[in-house]
């Protein structure tokens, strides 16, 4: 691919764009990511600032929304770790607290 990268989201944080970036690659679009390394200056920042932008190749732009569209409108019931007991967001197949497999 050649044609010049397009910002198709901006994720809320580095975990959500990294599960954003797995999804789009799995459906063999290229992801670049950028802003990862902001969050280190929390608080000294605009939180607008801080969030992850996703960039893909000009060519794959359509295919990238179709599937950032999806996501947008899955309903995820949010869970409990049967581990930790700490509550996750349903789009998250692992605890983000220690680690442990959603059940």
Request: a negative charge; charged letters at 20%.
């Amino acid at each position: 691919m050649s044609g010049p990268w397009i910002k198709v989201y901006d994720a809320a944080n580095n975990l959500e764009a990294h599960s954003i970036k797995g999804m789009l690659e799995s459906e063999r679009i290229e992801v670049q990511l950028s802003g990862e390394n902001l969050s280190a200056a929390t608080g000294e920042l605009p939180t607008d600032v801080l969030q992850v932008g996703l960039w893909v190749q000009e060519e794959q732009v359509s295919s990238a929304r179709q599937q950032l569209e999806r996501y947008e409108n899955t309903t995820y019931n949010g869970w409990k770790c049967h581990h930790c007991a700490e509550y996750n967001e349903g789009q998250f197949e692992i605890c983000w607290q220690c680690g442990h497999d959603k059940p």
